[in-house]
């Protein structure tokens, strides 16, 4: 009997469905957008304020994350192709955007800012109403909104894209443009740095970050929300403001 019933239990484990592992999901990030996103030189792994937000959040709700490096001008068509999951990197919440993608709530505000060589006594209204080179990354919404500004206003300067704002700082150290507009942390950071560069003054009006997601969906949205809320009543969200934006 006693074999008999061990038999019955091992055929029952045998054909049990195996635990369901939980969800994974990829992350797109910018690869050389810091203090929000980027390749940690020595270690070689993803990096910055919003990689280990998102790693906390998907700690504490339950989910696997890994974070994949895309060209910034890339990173929707990669999302909307299902190469990631969702797009926490420093992305702006814009119209445009929101025709494309669903975000989610704000974590962050930061403000646009006109980036020249220490020394220069450039203006915004000398950069705007000069025939001069304006660098800004490509697919950035600071790169959408002064395209379509100097479209209206007939702005003389020509724009040259870069593909991440640090790249721009180095031709603007270089003399091969004369201003750089970009979110104001990358150029906080690079002045950290030891970069030769002052900010000139800000551009428009502050910019919302949120991450991006797939239209459809709403369960991981509403996760990242909820891994927000938690994280910003938590001590470490201190923690991570200290360490990445102070």
Known sequence: MKKFLLGILLAALMSAPAAVSAKAYV???DANYPPFAYVDEKSGQPAG???DSLNWIAKKMGFEL???PVAWDGIIPALLARQIDMIGSGMSITDKRKQMVSFSEPYWTVSRVFLVKQGSKLTPADILGGKMQLGVQRGTSEADAIKEEQKE????FTLRYYESAPLAVEDLLNGRIEAALMDQLPADDAI???????KAGTH?????FGVAFRK???ELRGKINEGYKLLMADPYWK??????LK
């Not at 206003?153 to 003389?156: A, D, H, N, T, V």
């Not at 428009?204 to 919302?208: H, L």
């Open 239 to 244: 923690e991570l403001i200290a360490k990445y």
């Open 153 to 156: 206003k007939g702005y003389p």
């Open 216 to 218: 459809e969906d709403n």
């Open 27 to 29: 992350n797109g990030i």
């Open 204 to 208: 428009g009006e502050p910019d919302f």
């Open 192 to 198: 950290a740095k030891g970069k030769a560069v002052i």
């Open 49 to 51: 304020f919003d990689v």
């Open 66 to 68: 890994t974070h994949k």
